[in-house]
């Protein structure tokens, strides 16, 4: 069973990454003991899991589907999530996605992500444009929020792309 979000952030250590790995589909091989630590389930509770066990409803699909897009053609991505804890707080982090590749057949064997704290202005405008999207996905489907995440990116000039998103942030607002 999921568990019920509270509205309640737990404040992440600025010097500490939360780590983890998946195989090609995202199940969880390997996590960190911050990873532990911050989500509140124990390594057990968490290997072979999916690693939707700590996905929060307040993120939109459309995140996720681009981000198996990259992610899938080996491309490396950062995105801002908000995950939700076993005790129902949340956390949002920077996560940087790495595709981890077979050394003989080159091909994906599998992701690593690794996570840090994030700023309060990064989050705040993050949070709203996730909330829109939602919102979107929720009342029009995931097609439509898609595009409306387009023509934002769109509107914040040529070169801004989901996957630099974050790094823009920073430039126009
Ligand atoms: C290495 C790796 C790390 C991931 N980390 C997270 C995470 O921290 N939070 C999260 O919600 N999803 C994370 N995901 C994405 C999940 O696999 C999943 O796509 C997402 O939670 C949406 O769940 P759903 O596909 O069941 O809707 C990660 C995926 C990979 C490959």
Redesign the pocket.
Known sequence: MKPTPINEEIQLDPKRYIV???DEL?TITFCNDYFVEISGYSKEELMGK???I???PD?P?VV?KL??EF?SQGKNINVV?K?LAKDGRYYW?F?E?ESRRDTDTGKIIG???S?KTVSKHVTEIISDLYAKLLEIEKEEGIEASEEYLKSFLKSKGDNVEFQNLMEEIHKFY
Do not use: D
Request: glycine share 4%; proline share 4%; no cysteine.
């Open positions: 983890s790995e998946t995202g999916p690693h939707n700590i996905r929060h993120m699909k996720f981000l198996w992610i999530i995950n982090v996560t996605f992701y690593t992500a996570r």
